[in-house]
């Protein structure tokens, strides 16, 4: 493939982007402390910059016209965060139009909490102090950075921040970073978890961003509750092992507790579903994110998705807040899983599917909540030090594996499908990665074949960009 550059139109344009360039790369290795999350692939930005006429090497699919907008965990300068999940949230925005790459901008989302104000008041929580710093979707024309303890927060289409959102005055607690999207209906499923009573709520808002459902789930705990999935027919929620903990002093008072029981709520969808919830238990674990779920031809409920055993979820905290000893990076442990749950029989069959140590699972959207033949996810080296960053293909028919390698010192990030024009089977796309790579101290947006993973094109980026969490495509059809 032979590089090229897309030239600008102005001088003007042309200075600003060769300024956002050395800005970045004298700003991202700025930072020089012992947390982890700070350092290396997580080195936070120092800066907003905008950057326009990227260089793009192969050839951009002219169909890719839209935004990847991605979230992370971004302090300020002078700020370290006592858990990694409480550095506020930049955004990193890349603009792609018909086989140009027009701009990279970041901003950080402009909370109550980047400016220091505390969660917890003497009025209870303030559900605006958040650190807006996990995913970012799009959703009735809005476009929203979450974390899971608060209120969504609503940003421009070029990343400026509006304010918090709470759906019309509907949603009166948290909303999970983790809303599901029903490819049929165009409604939005989510729901908001808490320490105290109700522990759990479920909302459903409209294509159009109203709430037309609310409704609390009897039966619940104060288990974690970061993910869940849906079917045709049912919301599956999970409860691991790890639950509240008041005597945890990271800031995130969680912890795993071996009496805590494991367990999958299964609902019916519906405005009556929440009164007819049965819970199943499961074996001890913790699963962060679901890949996804659906109905079999036996009417079984098949949950897939990463998790971690009780040291596998040790290994991650130590290294979210930077314990002595630490040792191993996290998702070093975190193997795939899969549950079958017999509503007949009243059992679950659980088992892992596979050895290799994966995260941040993702799939062709269009088959949420229905059966589904393949699925992706990141690759990390386990805690022996086999294996290592990558993005993987599962072929759930055949059960092959591929992988395609990042190479060394390359962290690639979620792997966000994008459904090719015309496509017709499942797999007919494209897979968006933002890798960083410290050898080069840079980042380059990959497009990967979603069906064979080679690499189409390269987007470089002006700066290394901070390794980050969820992230989503929005094309300029969802305007």
């Known amino acids: 493939m032979t590089p090229h550059t897309t030239k600008t139109a102005n001088t003007a344009t042309n200075t600003t982007t060769a300024k956002a360039t050395t800005t970045a790369k004298a700003t991202t290795t700025a930072t020089n402390t012992q947390k982890p999350y700070l350092v290396g692939h997580y080195t936070p930005a120092v800066d907003e910059i905008t950057a326009t006429e990227l260089t793009v090497e192969g050839t951009l699919p002219p169909e890719l016209t839209g935004r990847l907008i991605r979230n992370s965990h971004n302090p300020k300068p002078g700020v370290t965060p006592t858990h990694w999940f409480k550095g506020s949230g930049m955004v990193h925005g890349i603009r792609l139009s018909e086989g140009r790459a027009e701009w990279y901008r970041n901003r950080w989302v402009h909370t109550p909490a980047l400016e220091g104000a505390p969660y917890m008041t003497e009025q209870g929580p303030d559900l605006t102090a958040s650190t807006a710093g996990t995913h970012v979707i799009e959703h009735g024309g809005r476009l929203l950075a979450l974390c899971e303890a608060n209120l969504p927060f609503e940003l421009t289409r070029d990343l ?54 609310t409704a609390e789930i009897p039966g619940a705990s104060p288990a974690l509750k970061h993910d869940f999935a849906l079917t045709r027919h049912h919301v599956v929620f999970v409860e691991g092992s790890v639950t509240f903990d008041p005597a945890e002093h990271s800031g995130i008072p969680y912890a795993w507790k071996d009496d805590q029981p494991a367990r999958i709520g299964v609902m019916p969808r519906g405005a009556d579903g929440a009164g007819k919830i049965r819970w199943f238990p499961i074996e001890p674990g913790s699963m962060l994110h679901a890949a996804n779920a659906y109905e079999d031809a036996q009417g079984r409920i098949v949950l897939e998705g990463p998790t971690v055993d009780r040291e596998g979820f040790q290994l991650s905290w130590n290294w979210w807040v930077g314990a002595p000893g630490r040792g191993a990076e996290p998702n070093t442990r975190s193997y795939s899983r899969r549950w079958v749950v017999d509503l007949v029989a009243g059992s679950v069959d659980e088992r892992v599917v596979d050895d290799l140590a994966v995260e941040f699972p993702t799939l062709n959207e269009d088959h949420l909540g229905s059966e589904h033949r393949y699925q992706y996810a990141v690759s990390f080296p386990d805690q022996r ?88 495509w929005i094309p300029d059809a969802a305007h």
Request: glycine residues 14%; charged residues 20%.
């Open 160 to 213: 400026d921040t509006v304010g918090a959102y709470d759906f019309g005055g509907t949603l009166r607690g948290a909303m999970t970073a983790h809303p599901k999207t029903d490819p049929v209906t165009g409604e939005l499923h989510f729901f908001g978890s808490s320490p105290f009573p109700p522990f759990l709520m479920y909302y459903v808002a409209d294509a159009k961003g109203d709430v037309t459902h």
């Open 385 to 472: 030090g086999f294996g290592g960053y990558g993005i993987v293909k599962y072929d759930r028919t055949t059960g092959a594996r591929r992988i395609h390698e990042a190479g060394d010192a390359r962290l690639p990030s979620e792997a966000v499908f994008v459904p090719a024009e015309g496509g017709t089977r499942e797999d007919d796309g494209y897979l968006l990665t933002v890798v960083s790579d410290l050898k080069q101290d840079a980042s380059q947006l990959l497009v990967l074949d979603a069906s064979g993973l080679e690499r189409i094109a390269t987007v470089h980026l002006p700066r290394r960009v901070t390794a980050g969490i969820h992230g989503s």
